[in-house]
Every structure is written in structure tokens, then in C-alpha cells.
T-cell receptor, first 115, second 113 residues
Framework: AQSVTQLDSQVPVFEEAPVELRCNYSSSVSVYLFWYVQYPNQGLQLLLK??????LVKGINGFEAEFNKSQTSFHLRKPSVHISDTAEYFC?????????????FGAGTRLFVKA | NAGVTQTPKFQVLKTGQSMTLQCAQDMNHEYMSWYRQDPGMGLRLIHYSVGAGITDQGEVPNGYNVSRSTTEDFPLRLLSAAPSQTSVYFC????????????FGPGTRLTVL
């Protein structure tokens, strides 16, 4: 069965410090990988996605993620965070198998940036 | 271009009541889906549609019905509300079923007493 695991439920970090939000997945078929961000009381919006090609993907707001096929990971990084990055971040995989079409979300990581 | 819209934003129901959550998109997307978001569980797929007249079940379909009579609209019906359906509901759409960015509505916060 496919699954997405976000290894940290909460990540507190000081402003201007680097951050890494970890995501691992399991799947027997090829997947497409996404990171979405959810600001308080809003819907989700796309940060970045990996479909194919270069394993390092750059997204909006200075975020980037690296696809590691051997470790089945897609960790999200930012070299210097801002207070405005405080939000919940979701890793997701999109795939097609005999059971149909699926997008599976991780449980989310709440990033809290402190001054 | 309004994107994905959802109504209502908030709703309180009593156990056993029924209601319909509305979702509309103006991007001519074929794929639409409904998720529920519960603390610590991420988003779970309820139902989805790959085009007008075509719907299928997701991970947690029990207690919910959907229909897709037009490309734009994808309402979610709660047949007989239960406290376990207290959640935040998100509608999303995308151009393709797999591998495409999903665009989310602002959500409906539902409380069932």
C-alpha cells in the first residue's frame, strides 16, 4: 500500500535559520511528488512539485526540495526562514495503479518561526 | 478568475440532518475532488471525479454522496450527519488526474452536534 510519512509533526525554528521538513513515501509504482503549504484558515497552495528530470526542485518563497529515489524521500528545505513562513506544510504523492487514481497526503508538519 | 469556490464557510448541523457542500471551479478542470482534514491526519480523499458524469470513491466515502452534472460544479452531500463528520472540508480541482497541481478552495468548517 502507498503511504506518505512526514517525520516531524512540529518544527520550531528561529528567524533566518535554515530548516528542513522531512518526507518519506512508499509506493510500488512511479509517483509524482508535491509540497503544499497551508496558511491559517486557508486552503492549500502549491510550493513545488517533482514530475521528472532534475532531482532538485525549486519552488516559491525560496523553498527547494530534493527527490531521492533510493531513499524514497522528498525533503523540503529553506536556507533562511522568515516569520511569514509560519504555516503547515504537506507532502503529497500522486499516482495511478490498479485501484485507480490517488493523491495521498502526509499528516502535515507545522513550521513555527520565532523572532 | 475566481479559481475554486466553496460555500458555506461554516456550518453547524445536528446529528441526522442532511446538507450539501457546494464547490465550483472556473478553470475548466476535468478532475475535481473532496477531502476532509482532521488534526494529525492530513487530508483524506472522500470522492473524486475525472469528468462530468464520472465519479469514484476515495479513501473515506462512507456517509457522503457526490454527483458531477457539469464540469464546473461538484457538490458533496452528507446524507445523515454524524459527529464523526465534524471536520474541515476542502474541494480541489486540477487539469489532469495524475501529476498535476491541485487548486484548493478555502474550505468549509463543519460541526455536527
Amino acid at each position: 500500500a502507498q503511504s506518505v510519512t512526514q517525520l516531524d509533526s512540529q518544527v520550531p525554528v528561529f528567524e533566518e535559520a535554515p530548516v528542513e521538513l522531512r518526507c518519506n513515501y512508499s509506493s510500488s509504482v512511479s509517483v509524482y511528488l508535491f509540497w503544499y503549504v497551508q496558511y491559517p484558515n486557508q486552503g492549500l497552495q502549491l510550493l513545488l512539485k517533482y514530475l521528472s528530470g532534475s532531482t532538485l526542485v525549486k519552488g516559491i518563497n525560496g523553498f527547494e526540495a530534493e527527490f531521492n529515489k533510493s531513499q524514497t524521500s522528498f525533503h523540503l528545505r529553506k536556507p533562511s526562514v522568515h516569520i511569514s513562513d509560519t504555516a503547515e506544510y504537506f507532502c503529497a504523492v500522486s499516482l495511478q495503479n490498479t485501484g485507480g487514481f490517488k493523491t495521498i497526503f502526509g499528516a502535515g508538519t507545522r513550521l513555527f518561526v520565532k523572532a | 478568475n475566481a479559481g475554486v469556490t466553496q460555500t458555506p464557510k461554516f456550518q453547524v448541523l445536528k446529528t441526522g440532518q442532511s446538507m450539501t457542500l457546494q464547490c465550483a471551479q472556473d478553470m475548466n478542470h476535468e478532475y475535481m475532488s473532496w477531502y476532509r482534514q482532521d488534526p494529525g491526519m492530513g487530508l483524506r480523499l472522500i470522492h473524486y471525479s475525472v469528468g462530468a458524469g464520472i465519479t469514484d470513491q476515495g479513501e473515506v466515502p462512507n456517509g457522503y454522496n457526490v454527483s458531477r452534472s457539469t464540469t464546473e460544479d461538484f457538490p458533496l452531500r452528507l446524507l445523515s450527519a454524524a459527529p464523526s463528520q465534524t471536520s474541515v472540508y476542502f474541494c480541489a480541482s486540477s487539469d489532469r488526474v495524475v501529476g498535476d497541481t491541485q487548486y484548493f478552495g478555502p474550505g468549509t468548517r463543519l460541526t455536527v452536534l
